[in-house]
Structures are given as structure tokens and as C-alpha cells.
T-cell receptor, first 112, second 113 residues
Framework: QKEVEQNSGPLSVPEGAIASLNCTYSDRGSQSFFWYRQYSGKSPELIMSIYSNGDKEDGRFTAQLNKASQYVSLLIRDSQPSDSATYLC????????????FGSGTQLTVLP | NAGVTQTPKFQVLKTGQSMTLQCAQDMNHNSMYWYRQDPGMGLRLIYYSASEGTTDKGEVPNGYNVSRLNKREFSLRLESAAPSQTSVYFCASLSGGSSYEQYFGPGTRLTVT
């Protein structure tokens, strides 16, 4: 079974620190990887997508992909209280070009 | 440009009642999805439609039916609601081309008593 695993947390970091969120996946043939942010009571919002090995930066967010080790991570620099949310990792597995498999999410709290 | 819209936002049903959740997108996406989200279990795919006229089962299809009415609209029907179907339901659509980015509606919070 194709799976996406995340630490459920909760993860707490002080304001201004770097928050590091990790995700592993079981299908070695996966090609597309995504990070979603979900505030309590709201719908998931796409914040990063990454398709090739290495780092991808967008403002305070950096996604890192290592296909050999089958993990993808999200770094949030200069964390703000407004970053407090649940972060969902999602993967498009091989043979499922239009289906995303989601992890159960990591709850992040940024302490003022 | 409203993105993905869903109705209703909240619904309470009694066991055995039926209802239809409506979803529409204005982004001209071919693929649409229905998920349910339960505490600690992430998003689980109920049904999806890769294109107009096609539908396929996802991970948890039992107790649900879907209709892809046209390219814009994708509805989810509960024929005989059960307490186990108490959940938050999200509709989503998927961009095409070289990026596979999924966009979600605001969700429907359903309680079955």
C-alpha cells in the first residue's frame, strides 16, 4: 500500500526560529510532492510543490526533496504565530497520475 | 473567479436520511475529487472524476455515490446516512498540464445523529 507518513506532532517552535517538518513516502516511483497548510476549521491551501531532487525556495518556505531516501521536508524560516497550522504532505504516486495521497499532517504551533 | 465552491457549509442528518453535497469549480479543470477528513486520519479520497463523464472509486467509497454533471460540477450523494459518515467533506479540483496542483473548496461539516 502506498503510504505517506508524517510526525503528528504537535511541534512547537519559538517565534523567529526555523520550523522543520518531515514526510516520508513508500512508493519509490513517486514523482510529484506537495505541502499544504490547513488552519483550524478551514480547507487545505497549497503552499509548495516540488518535482525534482534538491531545494525549492519561496519566501520563508523551502521544500527539500530526496528521492533516494524517499523523504520530503518543509522548512519555515523566521516562523511567525500566523504560521501555526497543520501542515499536510501529499504525494502523487506512480500509476496514479491524478490521485494525491495525503499524510495525516503535523500540527505546528509558533509561540510568541 | 470563485475557485471551488461547495454547498451546504453545515448539515445535520438523522440516520437513514439522504442528501447531496454540491461542488462546482470555475478553473476549467478536468479532474475533480471528493475527500473526507476525520480527526487524526488526514484526507481520504472517496471518489474522483478524471474528466467529464468518468468517475472512479477512491479509498473509502462505500455508502456514497457521485455524479459528474458537467465539467464544472461534481456532486456527492449519501443515500442512507450513518453516524460513521459524520465528517468534514472537501471537494477539490486538479490543474492539468505539467503541474498537478490541487485546489480545495471550503468544506461541508456533516453530522449524522
Amino acid at each position: 500500500q502506498k503510504e505517506v507518513e508524517q510526525n503528528s506532532g504537535p511541534l512547537s517552535v519559538p517565534e523567529g526560529a526555523i520550523a522543520s517538518l518531515n514526510c516520508t513516502y513508500s512508493d519509490r516511483g513517486s514523482q510529484s510532492f506537495f505541502w499544504y497548510r490547513q488552519y483550524s476549521g478551514k480547507s487545505p491551501e497549497l503552499i509548495m510543490s516540488i518535482y525534482s531532487n534538491g531545494d525549492k525556495e519561496d519566501g520563508r518556505f523551502t521544500a527539500q526533496l530526496n528521492k533516494a531516501s524517499q523523504y520530503v521536508s518543509l522548512l519555515i524560516r523566521d516562523s511567525q504565530p500566523s504560521d501555526s497550522a497543520t501542515y499536510l504532505c501529499a504525494v502523487i504516486s506512480s500509476g496514479s497520475a491524478r490521485q494525491l495521497t495525503f499524510g495525516s499532517g503535523t500540527q505546528l504551533t509558533v509561540l510568541p | 473567479n470563485a475557485g471551488v465552491t461547495q454547498t451546504p457549509k453545515f448539515q445535520v442528518l438523522k440516520t437513514g436520511q439522504s442528501m447531496t453535497l454540491q461542488c462546482a469549480q470555475d478553473m476549467n479543470h478536468n479532474s475533480m475529487y471528493w475527500y473526507r477528513q476525520d480527526p487524526g486520519m488526514g484526507l481520504r479520497l472517496i471518489y474522483y472524476s478524471a474528466s467529464e463523464g468518468t468517475t472512479d472509486k477512491g479509498e473509502v467509497p462505500n455508502g456514497y455515490n457521485v455524479s459528474r454533471l458537467n465539467k464544472r460540477e461534481f456532486s456527492l450523494r449519501l443515500e442512507s446516512a450513518a453516524p460513521s459518515q459524520t465528517s468534514v467533506y472537501f471537494c477539490a479540483s486538479l490543474s492539468g498540464g505539467s503541474s498537478y496542483e490541487q485546489y480545495f473548496g471550503p468544506g461541508t461539516r456533516l453530522t449524522v445523529t
